[in-house]
Nanobody, 113 residues
Framework: QVQLVESEGGLVQPGGSLTLSCAASETMFVMAWYRQAPGNEREFVASSFRFGGTSYADSVKGRFTISRDNVLNTVYLQMNSLKSEDTAIYYC??????????WGKGTLVTVSS
């Protein structure tokens, strides 16, 4: 069973920065971040493919950067210029080449003054 271990989120002031990490117990084809704000459905944030290539939601382009360490099987999400609307539970997602999906437990990021 693949395990995804996410770093702790936290409380950040508007305009601040925070980096999340997610370590997988084995190599995954796609690693990504999703988020779910109170009262909303889970939404895509960013993804990183094992052999290169990234994708971002329009709402985070230019502010968030996803990166990946294939040796450590870890994906990072650098979040800059955080806004109150970025407040959500952030979930790590990983997919094997056979399209089996795995999810982390989620970590809360709160953007507030």
């Amino acid at each position: 069973q693949v395990q995804l271990v996410e770093s702790e989120g936290g409380l950040v002031q508007p305009g601040g920065s925070l980096t999340l990490s997610c370590a997988a117990s084995e190599t995954m084809f796609v690693m990504a971040w999703y988020r779910q704000a109170p009262g909303n459905e889970r939404e895509f944030v960013a993804s990183s493919f094992r052999f290169g290539g990234t994708s971002y939601a329009d709402s985070v382009k230019g502010r968030f950067t996803i990166s990946r360490d294939n040796v450590l099987n870890t994906v990072y999400l650098q979040m800059n210029s955080l806004k109150s609307e970025d407040t959500a539970i952030y979930y790590c997602h990983a997919r094997r080449e056979n399209n089996i999906d795995y999810w982390g437990k989620g970590t809360l990021v709160t953007v507030s003054s």
